[in-house]
């Protein structure tokens, strides 16, 4: 079983940065394509960012151009999402999530999910 699990949660104060962190013990994330996820509370699960396997990259939310960014580090088989200029509305719950292929439609649900991560973002 594919398992993912994120970390890199906490709280932090309105402008600062995260670094969230997604890796697998049971397999390579080398051939799979990434994708981080939110949903805060009470609301709708929203995709963020995804990174192909060979680093091609789909943004799905506006709300995050220019101050997120994906990445991936295959050597420490682990994806990062770096979070600047954080804002209290991006509270929520981050997971990651991996499939063959980043889809166009983020509600097209990858096959393999992690547990997620919460981010609070608050003063």
């Known amino acids: 079983q594919l398992q993912l699990v994120e970390s890199g949660g906490d709280l932090v104060q309105p402008g600062g940065s995260l670094r969230l962190s997604c890796t697998a013990s049971?397999?390579?994330?080398?051939?799979?394509?990434i994708g981080w996820f939110r949903q805060a509370p009470g609301k709708k699960r929203e995709g963020v960012l995804c990174?192909?396997?060979?680093?091609?990259?789909?943004n799905y939310a506006d709300s995050v151009k220019g101050r997120f960014s994906i990445s991936r580090d295959n050597a420490k088989n682990t994806v990062y999402l770096q979070m600047n200029s954080l804002k209290p509305e991006d509270t929520a719950i981050y997971y990651c999530a991996a499939d063959r292929i980043c889809y166009s439609d983020y509600d097209y649900p990858m096959d393999y999910w992690g547990k997620g991560t919460l981010v609070t973002v608050s003063s």
């Open positions: 990174i192909s396997s060979t680093g091609s990259i789909t």
């Open positions: 049971t397999f390579t994330l080398d051939y799979y394509a």
